[in-house]
């Protein structure tokens, strides 16, 4: 250094090395190009829950506090049920732990390079689970989902704790928000409605929306979601039929399952629940239409609040559990063993979308992992959209007015 | 070599005078201004600039002579000084009157820009909507085409927009789509802030615009554009319409508000005119129709 040598004694060291330790400092700055190469996937060491409790959480138990989200799965719930409900991975065997693992980094790949050896060509192409893509994917997953979603998608980032609802984890292979026609159960998403999930982010929750990202990202983001998942599911179905005994030989259980999950994943693409048209649309004068959609009102809010059937009236058997329009709706347990609560739909904010489809879809097939239920079976679809006539109206002051609904008298 | 220290000095603040005059020119400087009300601030910004600019150089340049001027004089004896009473009136009475003149003059704009007086009524031409800051996004509500054609007949139905939502009202994150509309005829565009958690503060550099939202509170924001940047896509079709921006003008949270702040960001999309506007509504309008043709592809 130049500059140094007219300095004397201590300021001289101060001086020699402040300007370096800055450039060291401005030089380090953030590494963005993704996950460093030796890094893994984290064995899966978090209780396996395998089923939802079948009562409520109690009231009293409510909400935790921030801050002790993981710790409180199934919280509420007594000792000897949350036994019957939970798996713990820890009572794995050694070596079956390691087969696991090694055969998961085989078809998985690692953070870095991530890959989906799932030994169906085709689905690899439609889902675009190619390294390129995932690789891409997982760069912007790190920039982007990580902090909340965690490294192998368990939704234990480091912000998770602070947020609830907590950050979806994909390892059970469940997504709420869905619009395929699938059995409850093995119901996929469509890429379509992670994107939209991306796009439009999740109103009422901590996930924000990523539409100014660029689509090519979006799609890889999605991508690497879905590998994730398939990743994740695996896991758990096989640590599941492992502990349980069902199962010994890991490839061969890993295979079983692999098939198993690569089929629904393939059945949610081509399954899209396509409501059928609008019966009000079929109506040619304004009138006409208004009378239809106050009829379809008054409809939808007997269908909402009846406790059960009247003669030839049904019951959707809504109130059950979003109780006073869900004002004061019981807590339930979710299949992530997490605390929940039924939407409040007074308050016009829909996590699964606020479109008149979206609503159609939920009341249509429910919500996978809660204990929302599909309505396929009992409703015709002209009743579907009675129920989504209104509930559209119930947030709006004036609107109720309008159609005569009295949130102050909570049907019974 | 005793002279060092008022060298470095000197020659670091000659490359900051050198680098600040240089940076219009190269374009390190204010992101373009395209609020009606934007040239005021700019106004207000540059005589700031100069007066502190006048009093750094001229201070800095104090201390620089003094440097020089008296270091390196070994054995000399310091001279110990009570205080000056003169100086020190007149370096207090120079900033109060500047101040005081800067305090002044700044009123007009400050009034145009946020009294709500001077703010466009809620009435049939001025655009309307909704933002909805949250952790870590805008969600933004317009009002859909049919409300907005409602209020050219009614303008008394546009003033409970704010307060009260349509099922039909289109909610959509993280974009500002306004037209540039007629000066005096429809170009002002009046906005509902509302925060659904923390403070945020909604900031349009473009438009010299900064407001906090503060939770409970709904606080109006007005605005309107000198230009736009939003043109047809060659691809764009009638039943996809698209467009590109010729300039990007972002949309950004001013105040942090967690550990997402940084990418709490939108954008500002300003159409040529109410029709294009209109064409990219009933495209979002499209997206929550009922058929739900686009959700069905």
Redesign the interface.
């Known amino acids: 250094m130049i500059?140094c040598w007219?300095?004397r004694n201590a300021s001289r060291t101060l001086f020699c090395t402040a300007p370096w330790l800055l450039l060291a400092t401005l030089l380090t700055g953030c590494d963005l190009d993704g996950y460093p190469e030796d890094l893994r996937y984290p064995p899966r060491t978090d209780v396996l829950v395998v089923d939802k409790p079948k009562v409520d959480a109690p009231r009293e138990q409510g909400f935790e506090r921030p801050g002790e989200f993981p710790k409180v799965i199934l919280a509420g719930l007594p000792e000897k049920e949350k036994e019957q409900l939970t798996i713990d991975p820890a009572n794995l065997k050694d070596d079956q732990r390691n087969v696991l693992e090694d055969e998961l980094t085989k078809r998985f790949g690692t953070p870095a390079a991530p890959r989906a050896d799932i030994g169906d060509a085709a689905l690899v192409a439609q889902l675009k689970l190619d390294d390129d893509t995932l690789r891409r994917g997982s760069t912007v997953y790190r920039q982007?989902c990580l902090?909340c979603h965690g490294l192998s998608g368990d939704g234990r980032g480091a912000?998770a704790p602070w947020v609830n609802p907590h950050p979806r984890d994909y390892r059970q292979g469940v997504f709420k928000f869905t619009?395929s026609s699938q059995d409850e159960g093995r119901r996929k998403p469509r890429k379509?409605d992670l994107l939209r999930t991306l796009r439009?982010?999740i109103?009422g929750t901590?996930m924000?929306?990523f539409?100014?990202l660029p689509e090519d990202d979006l799609e890889a983001l999605a991508s690497y979601v879905i590998h994730l998942s398939m990743r994740g599911e695996i896991e758990f179905q096989v640590i599941r039929a492992l502990v349980k005994g069902e199962e010994s030989n890991v490839p061969e259980t890993i295979s079983a399952y692999l098939e198993l999950i690569r089929g629904n994943w393939q059945g949610a693409q081509t399954s899209?629940i396509?409501?059928p048209?609008?019966p009000?649309?079929t109506l040619k004068t304004e009138e006409e239409r208004d009378k239809y959609l106050r009829e379809s009102i008054a409809r939808g809010l007997g269908l909402f609040a009846r406790a059960q059937a009247e003669g030839n009236l049904k019951s959707a058997g809504c109130l059950g559990c979003h109780s006073d329009f869900g004002r004061q709706s019981a807590y339930k347990y979710d299949a992530w063993g997490t605390i929940v609560k039924p939407a409040d739909l007074t308050t016009?904010v829909y996590r699964g979308g606020?479109?008149?489809?979206d609503l159609?879809w939920r009341i249509h097939s429910g919500i996978n992992g809660v204990t929302m239920p599909a309505s396929s079976s009992s409703l015709t679809p002209e009743e579907v959209?009675d129920v989504v006539n209104f509930l559209?109206?119930l947030?709006?002051?004036?609107?109720r007015e309008k159609y005569g609904i009295k949130l102050e008298q909570p049907p019974k | 070599m005793q002279k060092f220290w008022s060298i470095l000095f000197g020659a670091t603040m000659l490359a900051a005078l050198l680098l600040f005059i240089v940076a219009p020119f190269v374009g390190w400087w204010l992101p373009k201004n395209v609020a009606t009300f934007g040239g005021g601030i700019d106004g207000l910004y540059y005589l700031i600039l100069a007066i502190t600019g006048f009093f750094f150089v001229l201070t800095e340049a104090i201390l620089v002579i003094a440097l020089w001027r008296f270091a390196g004089q070994p054995g000399k004896k310091s001279v110990y000084q009570h205080g000056n009473h003169q100086l020190e009136v007149i370096w207090t009475v120079v900033p109060g009157v500047i101040l005081l003149v800067l305090a002044i003059v700044q009123i007009k704009v400050w009034a145009d820009v946020k009294f709500i007086k001077n703010m466009p009524k809620p009435d049939g031409t001025t655009q309307q909507m909704e933002v909805l800051a949250k952790q870590w996004e805008w969600r933004v509500r317009y009002p859909s085409s049919a409300r907005m054609a409602e209020w050219a007949s009614n303008p008394k139905a546009a003033e409970d927009f704010g307060r009260n939502p349509h099922l039909d009202d289109i909610y959509l994150p993280n974009e500002i789509h306004i037209w540039k509309g007629d000066a005096d005829k429809d170009n002002k565009v009046l906005v509902h802030l509302k925060t659904g958690d923390v403070i945020h503060s909604f900031f349009l550099p473009n438009l010299r615009l900064k407001q906090d939202a503060l939770p409970g509170k709904t606080i109006p924001v007005w605005f309107a554009v000198t230009e736009y940047n939003l043109e047809a896509d060659p691809q764009s079709t009638e039943a996809e319409p698209r467009w590109k921006e010729k300039d990007i003008w972002e949309l950004a949270c001013a105040e942090f508000c967690g550990t997402r702040h940084s990418m709490m960001r939108g954008k500002l999309y300003v159409h040529k005119d109410k029709a294009d506007f209109l064409k990219w509504l009933k495209h979002a309008e499209a997206e929550q129709d009922r058929h739900a043709p686009l959700a069905s592809r």
């Open positions: 500059a007219p300095v982007q902090h912000t619009s379509e439009e982010g109103e901590s924000p929306s539409r100014l899209l396509k409501p048209t609008y009000g649309d016009g606020r479109r008149p489809v159609y959209w559209q109206v947030p709006y002051p004036k609107m």
